[in-house]
Nanobody
Framework: QVQLVESGGGLVQAGGSLRLSCAASERTFTSYAMGWFRQALGKEREFVAAISRNGGNSYYSDSVKGRFTISRDNAKNTVYLQMNSLKPEDTAVYYC???????????????????WGQGTQVTVSS
């Protein structure tokens, strides 16, 4: 498994922006599909976005499409989530995840992702 460390969460007003970062511990990161998930209090963890190993393909949930952008810098072993036009319903703990067995998104479920970060809190005030 790869070690993942998220950063960049915080408190922001509705309409504001945040950029989350996820640093991976291994150079083999470049072979992995990477994803972002979130979990609001009392709710199940849900898919937010994912990106293929070379960054050529990205995927988004309908709830964030057009507002969030996922990207990666393989030279820095880092994946990002740029979040714009934030809404109070975006409030959640955001998790970075890696699928070490495949370089493209296999499913928007959590199952294929075998490494997870510790999460970073994002709070959007109205």
């Amino acid at each position: 498994q790869v070690q993942l460390v998220e950063s960049g969460g915080g408190l922001v007003q509705a309409g504001g922006s945040l950029r989350l970062s996820c640093a991976a511990s291994e150079r083999t990161f470049t072979s992995y599909a990477m994803g972002w998930f979130r979990q609001a209090l009392g709710k199940e963890r849900e898919f937010v976005a994912a990106i293929s190993r070379n960054g050529g393909n990205s995927y988004y949930s309908d709830s964030v499409k057009g507002r969030f952008t996922i990207s990666r810098d393989n030279a820095k072993n880092t994946v990002y989530l740029q979040m714009n036009s934030l809404k109070p319903e975006d409030t959640a703990v955001y998790y970075c995840a890696a699928d070490s067995k495949y370089g493209f998104l296999r499913s928007t479920g959590t199952g294929p992702f075998d490494s997870w970060g510790q999460g970073t809190q994002v709070t959007v005030s109205s």
